[in-house]
């Protein structure tokens, strides 16, 4: 059982910057991949972003460019800094982590809100 918290969320003015962080309750060097994604209002809940155990990237389209995800594994910390952010950017973002073992099994974290206004 992987535990998830993410901090960072909150309100911030277009145009400007916030870093999520995700916690893991173990080590994420053995965690296959580790993402982000978000829920606006009355939206489905979308990928964000993810890399994966060897470091590789992945980003939607309307975030490419402005958000970049990163891990520190000494910290089991994974990290979204969020540049140039729009109002359509508002969502909860929730972290996740992808474990493929003798199952495949996903985690998710609780939740942190983030505010763009316009």
């Known amino acids: 059982q992987v535990q998830l918290v993410e901090s960072g969320g909150g309100l911030v003015q277009a145009g400007g910057s916030l870093r999520l962080s995700c916690a893991a309750s173990?080590?994420?060097?053995?965690?296959?991949?580790m993402g982000w994604y978000r829920q606006g209002p009355g939206k489905q809940r979308e990928l964000v972003a993810h890399i994966t155990i060897s470091d590789s990237t992945n980003y939607s389209d309307s975030v490419k460019g402005r958000f970049t995800i990163s891990r520190d594994n000494a910290k089991n910390t994974v990290y979204l800094q969020m540049n140039s952010l729009k109002p359509e950017d508002t969502a909860v973002y929730y972290c996740?982590?992808?474990?493929?073992?003798?199952?495949?099994?996903?985690?998710w974290g609780q939740g942190t809100q983030v505010t763009v206004s316009s």
């Open positions: 996740c982590a992808v474990v493929i073992r003798t199952a495949r099994r996903t985690y």
């Open positions: 173990e080590t994420i060097s053995s965690i296959n991949v």
